[in-house]
Antibody, heavy 123, light 106 residues
């Protein structure tokens, strides 16, 4: 059974760096084709894909946020970490991590999601 | 970026109705199109991938079709659990993009 859970601060100040951790079970990030991604959703708005890391350490980022994002993995701890620099009130959102299945095309598709964590940006 | 446009934004329906949601891509994405269902306060749930492949455990009243730029999600007989928001997502490029969502309400 695949499960994922996000953890991190619920409130950050503008200009600070947000660090979120996704802890997962039921799969290995050493398995070929597997990945873990991050998606966010501002209150009442649509989903926005942020970043994806693959089993082989390849990473992809949203073009519009690429300069502010960093995704890394710790396979031994079954964790993926997302960092977002220079946080702004517009970054207030629920942040989800999700499992990417080992499909043939190396692109973001997510079949299992964490419950999400709401992060507010305010001074 | 590939832009995804869903219509309608809101859809009012009744239990037992047949409903159709459309999703249009700004450029061709072959069949790399997924549909998600999101209940209020919950994470999205993958319903369909590859435009028409139903995920395991998803009821057969859900179906998807399309190729290239135009796609549809159909719910054949709406059930109470189906009142939710639905999102399409393209994954043909390395930068995934979602539609703006369609809320199916009573």
């Amino acid at each position: 059974q695949i499960t994922l859970k996000e953890s991190g601060p619920t409130l950050v100040k503008p200009t600070q760096t947000l660090t979120l951790t996704c802890t997962f079970s039921g799969f290995s990030l050493n398995s070929a084709g597997v990945g873990v991604g991050w998606i966010r959703q501002p209150p009442g708005k649509a989903l926005e894909w942020l970043a994806l890391i693959f089993w082989d350490d390849e990473t992809t980022y949203s073009p519009s946020l690429k300069t502010r994002l960093s995704i890394t993995k710790d396979t031994s701890r079954n964790q993926v970490v997302l960092k977002v620099i220079n946080m702004d009130p517009m970054d207030t959102a629920t942040y989800y991590c999700a499992h990417r299945p080992p499909i043939a095309l190396p692109t973001p598709l997510f079949d299992h999601w964490g419950q999400g964590t709401l992060v507010a940006v305010s001074s | 970026d590939v832009q995804m446009t869903q219509s309608p934004s809101t859809l009012s329906a009744s239990v037992g109705d047949r409903v159709t949601i459309t999703c249009r891509a700004s450029q061709g994405i072959t069949s790399r199109l997924a549909w998600y269902q999101q209940q209020p306060g919950k994470a999205p749930k993958l319903l369909i991938s590859e435009a028409s492949a139903l995920e395991s455990g998803v009821p057969s009243r859900f179906s998807g079709s399309g190729f290239g730029t135009d796609f549809t999600l159909t719910i054949s007989r709406l059930q109470p659990d189906d009142f939710a928001t639905y999102y399409c997502q393209q994954y043909n490029t390395h930068a995934a993009t979602f539609g703006q969502g369609t809320k199916v309400e009573i």
